[in-house]
Structures are given as C-alpha cells and as structure tokens.
C-alpha cells in the first residue's frame, strides 16, 4: 500500500471512531485476559506484584489456574475430545522484547500445555513442536504425562458418535460428512466442485472456543502474551488450532503492545489478527480502534465465523471487539482499576 493511502485509513479511522468510545486506559503494571476467567487475572498478578516475580511467570501462573480449573472446558484436559475421542492441547508463549516464542499443539497427555510451551521458549532455540514428539520433549523436561481424558469428554465423544458422528469438520469426502461417521476418503472431483462450506452449522461458539489468551505488562513496559486451549470439541485428530500459532492467537512486542484472540481459529488464523493489531498499534491506531477493524475484515470473508479480540499497547491502553456472539466478555487488572475488574463489549453482527 502506498503513503498516500495509508494516510487516507488512517485518516478514516480517526475520525470514523473516536478514541474515547472504544478504549480504557490505565496504569502500568497490567494483566488482561480473554473472557470472565477473574481466577487467572487473580494468580497472574499476585505472581508478578505481590511474588515480584516476571512477566513470563505471570502468564503461566495465571494461565495454569485455567488449566487446572478447565476453564468452561475448553481450557486444559478434560474436555473437547477429537473425533477420536483423546483430548489434545496447545499453547504458546511470547517474548515481547526478543520475539522468542515457544509452543506445542497437539500436545498428548501433558496436562501442563503453557508450562511446557515456556520451555520450549526457555530450553530450546526451536518455535514449535508438535504431537506426540512434543509430549517427549516435556518428558524430557521433568513433565509428567496423564490422561487428558475425563468422565466428561468421554460423555460427550460417545454422545456425538450416537449422533453419527455431527456436527464434523469433514468436507469433499464419502460417505455423507453431514449424516455419517468416518472413515472417509476424498470424494471425485466433479464431487467435490458442488460441495460448499457452512460454517454456521457446526456448533462454533464460546463454549467449544473459550481459550485463554492472556497479556502481562511489567512496570517497566515488558510484555509478553499467551494463550492455552484443548481446541475444538470434535475436531479431526491433529488438528492445531490458532492460538499455539504467532501472530494469531497471541503476538508481543516491547514499546508497542500485545494482542490476543479467541474464537474460531481455523478462521482466523487465516489473518493473523493479533499480529495485525499490534503492526497497527505500532503505526499509531489505537487499541480500540484495530480491534474492531481487524473483526470486521475477517467477517467480510466469513460472516458465519465467530471470534474476539483484545489488543493493550505499551502504556496500558486497552480494547476488544467481537463478532459472532452477543457480547463478549474479558477480565483485566491495574493499578487504577485495584481489583479485577470484568470488562464487556457488544459484538458486531452480520
């Protein structure tokens, strides 16, 4: 894009949406974190205030309450099972100075998916390890494997294959996806040209898409950003969603900002709105303002998709946006707000 039309957005974006209805600003240090998990906000700042412990230790001690707490069970073990009926989880953490990054996804039978993912970030020069190698390299770290499965996730895998295995996320295969579980093989050609996809019937919401994603600034303008999730209930076995993949499901950068997503991942990975916003942060849109754009661009290609973002700059200005649910909510301390305060805003709709 040329000068003279980055100049005319941005020009646009001033005075189309106003600063004042579409951002809070606060204080440094701060937590921020996608929907009403006020236990992880809660654990993230006793570490990083009141332990004096980093920023780092702060996002995986604040994540890790959800995991241990399966967060509206789609955080940690014990909930969305694949069509295979195994739990499987993903993770990331990132470095907001270095731009280090660390994450598993597919990760079998470490309950501990953020832990580990930080010590990909600390112990390896590696970005991402994935599936059952990933599960040996915690091992090889001092993780202990489990069972990621529960009394639940099993319920519901054997609920879903009494249903004939609906809703799935198969598509140009036989037999029918839409009335049959698998196993499957591709469908012809001509077959596969009259297929279209619909993403509204597949059950895409905030239950089955509740990952946290999180944010911790230091007083002193560090940042990094991360997220923890079990995916998607029902999704094809290997599947890695958004949230282990930078710049998608979180994204950090010293002196800028940080973002994070949640929602469908299949979708929006396909823009990488964390890293987006924060670019733009960097170009001088505000928090409020790239939030709400950066939707917006995904719904323009998919409007049955559903999602939310959250993006903080270095001084501790913050704002969501959301499409695809009634309101959208997220959890976020400071100095100025003393305790966790939830915050709420009205999504977009189509």
């Not at 390896?124 to 599960?135: I, R």
């Not at 591709?186 to 895409?204: C, D, H």
């Not at 946290?212 to 002193?220: A, L, P, Q, S, T």
């Not at 993949?245 to 940080?258: D, E, L, P, R, S």
């Amino acid at each position: 894009m040329s000068a003279p039309c980055i100049s005319v957005l941005l020009f646009a974006i001033f005075v189309f949406y106003p600063l004042s209805c579409s951002s809070q600003t606060g204080l440094l240090p701060v937590v921020i974190n996608t929907w009403p998990f006020t236990n992880a906000t809660s654990a993230a700042w006793n570490t990083l205030v009141n332990k004096k412990g980093s920023i780092y230790d702060a996002l995986v001690d604040g994540c890790s309450v959800c995991e241990i707490e399966r967060c509206d069970g789609s955080v940690g073990p014990g909930g969305s099972p694949d069509e295979n009926g195994e739990t499987t989880l993903d993770a990331m953490v990132m470095n907001g100075q270095t731009f280090d990054v660390g994450a598993v996804g597919c990760l079998r039978r470490i309950p501990t998916a953020i832990a580990v993912a930080r010590a990909v970030m600390d112990y390896t020069e590696q970005t991402l390890l994935v599936g059952e190698l990933a599960t040996q390299f915690a091992v090889e770290m001092g993780f202990k494997e489990t069972n990621l499965s529960s009394d639940s996730s099993v319920t519901m895998w054997k609920d879903w294959k009494a249903k004939n295995c609906q809703p799935n996320y198969r598509t140009n295969v036989t037999p029918d996806p839409t009335k049959n579980c698998g196993p499957y093989k591709p469908k012809s050609v001509l077959e596969s040209l009259q297929q279209t996809e619909y993403r509204g019937n597949k059950n895409i919401d905030r239950r089955n898409h509740d990952t946290i994603g999180m944010v911790v600034i230091d007083e002193h303008g560090n940042i990094t950003a991360g997220t923890t999730t079990n995916g998607l209930n029902h999704k094809i076995p290997g599947r890695v969603g958004d949230s282990p993949i930078m710049g998608a499901g979180a994204y950090a950068m010293n002196g800028v900002g940080g973002a994070v997503a949640t929602g469908d991942g299949d979708v929006m990975m396909r823009f990488l709105p964390s890293f987006l916003a924060v670019n733009q942060m960097e170009a001088g849109v505000p928090p409020g303002i790239i939030t709400k754009l950066t939707i917006q661009m995904i719904a323009k290609y998919y409007p049955k998709f559903s999602g939310a973002l959250i993006a903080i700059d270095s001084k501790g200005t913050y704002g969501a946006a959301c499409y695809g649910f009634p309101v959208f909510h997220y959890s976020v301390i400071n100095p100025v707000l003393k305790t966790v305060t939830l915050k709420s805003v009205e999504c977009l709709v189509n």
